[in-house]
């Protein structure tokens, strides 16, 4: 398959969301809601779980599994307050010692006039900065369609894992069309340009692991596996010492593009 197919893959109705992966994975979820500035974001759904009795914080962009749902959620695009909601839970974790676990799935943050007022640039760059220095270990993968600031601000991490056909790209292949070429029919053009695959972004070291997908996206071999690898992972992430841990999350993002 090339970038474009991928692409489309990735952005099907059939792939499972971050709530399937949240159900399947985790035990006792106890979602939270709010900012406590504004409202909350049904786009990002965060809260608390059990991993193998290990209690961990879990967030994720959710596009939502039919039409009503993905209307609800703003097709997975979140608000300013999604963000700064994740930001509240994230802080938290690091003062009770709870790793972070990221599930990203958007094609990028909300553009509307209010997200805008209420400062969208801001609470994206307010995540990175804190995310890079957070005292608990961070693992973000990608599920679907990473999309801009929107998916990074979800996954500045100690590690950064794809599935096998889902993308990641600083634009999509559409808006990088009309800019470049001033036609959006040429994305598949773009997509193999951006190297926004799995593939492209492991051989550039962006990410550190690519998740086989089975036929069946909705096997229990997929949740099982991901559940057992997220434990051996934070078995080795939690015994590291903080100060080794944040030094190696910034030499991972100083590495990029050498």
Same mark, same amino acid.
């Given at each position: ?96 010692h709870r790793p972070i676990i990221c599930f990203v799935d958007t094609s990028g943050a909300f553009c509307g006039i209010g997200a805008e007022e209420r400062g969208q640039g801001q609470a994206i760059a307010e ?24 998916? *990074?601000? =979800?996954?500045?991490? $100690? ?5 096998? /056909?889902?993308?990641? #790209?600083?634009?999509?292949? +559409? ?10 029919s040429k994305a598949d053009k773009a997509a193999q340009c951006l190297k926004i695959t799995s593939q492209d972004l492991f051989k550039l070291s962006v990410i550190e692991r690519i998740i086989r997908e089975p ?6 071999? *997929?949740? =099982?596996?991901?559940? $057992? ?5 934070? /078995?080795?992430?939690? #015994?590291?010492?903080?100060? +080794? ?14």
């Amino acid at each position: 398959m090339n970038a474009f197919e991928k692409l489309c893959l990735a952005r099907s109705n059939n792939r499972p969301t971050s709530i399937d992966y949240i159900e399947k994975v985790f035990d006792n979820f106890i979602e939270f809601h709010g900012d406590r500035r504004f409202a909350d974001d049904k786009a990002i759904i965060a809260g608390i779980a059990d991993l193998y009795g290990r209690p961990v914080t879990v967030i994720g962009l959710e596009k939502g599994r039919n039409t009503s749902e993905r209307m609800d959620r703003n097709f997975g695009s979140a608000h300013p307050e999604g963000y700064r909601k994740t930001l509240r839970l994230m802080k938290q974790a690091e003062k009770f010692h709870r790793p972070i676990i990221c599930f990203v799935d958007t094609s990028g943050a909300f553009c509307g006039i209010g997200a805008e007022e209420r400062g969208q640039g801001q609470a994206i760059a307010e995540n990175l900065m804190e995310m890079m220095t957070l005292k608990t270990p961070i693992i973000s993968i990608l599920i679907g369609e990473g999309g801009s600031g929107g998916a *990074l601000a =979800l996954a500045v991490a $100690d590690e950064v894992w794809m599935l096998e /056909n889902a993308v990641y #790209s600083v634009i999509s292949p +559409e808006g990088c069309a009309s800019i470049l070429w001033k036609d959006a029919s040429k994305a598949d053009k773009a997509a193999q340009c951006l190297k926004i695959t799995s593939q492209d972004l492991f051989k550039l070291s962006v990410i550190e692991r690519i998740i086989r997908e089975p036929k069946n996206l909705n096997d229990n071999k *997929l949740f =099982l596996g991901l559940k $057992d690898l997220l434990n051996n992972t934070l /078995n080795k992430k939690c #015994s590291i010492p903080i100060d +080794e841990l944040l030094e190696s999350r910034y030499q991972r993002y100083r590495k990029f593009g050498n």
